[in-house]
């Protein structure tokens, strides 16, 4: 199929963006990278009468560091996070996870902001936001809004995002020195979307947890924070009974969809082992 007609926009300025969309309202949708929306547009689930595209607006691209925040524009692209010293240095959880998205040619389009608000929960980037604690700045013709990434994701395609807004920025706490992390991804073949996956971000002091997050990717309608598996580890040696433990904890809050990847009880038993392996590979990785 192709799409219906529609008008295409490439305003050059925010501003300009978020008149377009004021303007237009329902029948206006956002355009990134791409690679969700013109599928959806050739089959017709989704029917714009009016594309705009973010692509040429300068300020929505960027990675620096401010104060102990790092920010980055939501249409910094998957390969530039891969090849920023900054987060090769300070947050290399999010730069493992973009190296495991898809292939070459989608991660020199697909943005940040495009994965986090399509809010697919088979995508990588909202466990990585809501396991390093970010948060996303949302900007209207009203002004900014800032939001938890942990909360954000209210459903399937569903975020807090309001109509006539646009995600500009995602900022994240710089994680602490010495910290370890890992993004263990379990998928069928390269470019796949994940079987099942899981993120750790890890801090210890004194030879036990002080730190942990752990959240989950593509086991149930959202990504999925593993809460009681954290307050389980946080003052505990990360040994193999407390890695077990954790694993348990974390398959216990998943609701994963049968599909070709594998049945629901498959699934859920590859969430345990990826949060074992994350948890593993993070604690070899961090440091005094």
């Known amino acids: 199929m192709i799409p219906r007609p529609f008008e295409y ?3 050059t300025t925010l501003p300009a963006a978020i008149a377009l969309l004021d303007q237009y309202g329902d029948e206006a949708k956002l355009l990134a990278g791409g690679h969700s929306m013109l599928p959806m547009m050739k089959l017709r689930f989704a029917e714009p009468a009016h594309l705009i595209d973010l692509r040429k ?3 929505l691209k960027g990675i620096r560091e401010v104060g102990n925040e790092i920010r980055i ?10 090849w920023s010293p900054l987060l090769q240095q300070k947050c290399p959880l999010l730069v493992e996870g973009a190296g495991l998205i898809s292939d070459p040619q989608v991660r020199y389009m697909g943005t940040l902001g495009g994965d986090i608000s399509h809010a697919d929960p088979a995508n990588d980037h909202p466990a990585l936001m809501i396991a390093l604690g970010a948060s996303f700045v949302l900007t209207s013709a009203a002004g900014e809004r800032v939001v938890s990434a942990d909360g954000y994701f209210l459903g399937l395609y569903y975020t807090l995002l309001e109509p006539g807004e646009i995600m500009t920025e995602i900022r994240i706490p710089t994680p602490a020195p010495g910290s370890g992390s890992c993004y263990a991804k379990l998928k069928r073949k390269t470019g796949d ?3 099942a996956a899981a993120a750790v971000l890890l801090r ?3 030879g036990v947890v002080a730190e942990v997050a ?3 990717t593509n086991l149930g309608e959202t990504a999925l924070k593993a809460n009681d598996a954290e307050n389980y580890l946080r003052g505990k040696p990360l040994d193999d009974d407390t890695i077990r433990e954790a694993a348990r904890l974390a398959m216990a809050i998943c ?3 049968a599909d070709l990847r594998g049945d629901v009880e498959y699934k859920t038993a590859m969430a345990g082992e990826m949060t074992q392996r994350a948890l593993r590979t993070a604690l ?5």
């Not at 939501?74 to 996070?81: I, P, R």
């Open 193 to 195: 979307y994940a079987t």
């Open 9 to 11: 926009h490439a305003p």
């Open 255 to 257: 609701d994963p969809a």
């Open 57 to 59: 607006i300068a300020a």
């Open 284 to 288: 070899s990785r961090c440091s005094a």
């Open 204 to 206: 210890m002091q004194g």
């Open 73 to 82: 524009g939501a249409m910094t692209t998957e390969n530039e996070l891969i």
């Open 214 to 216: 752990i959240t989950l």
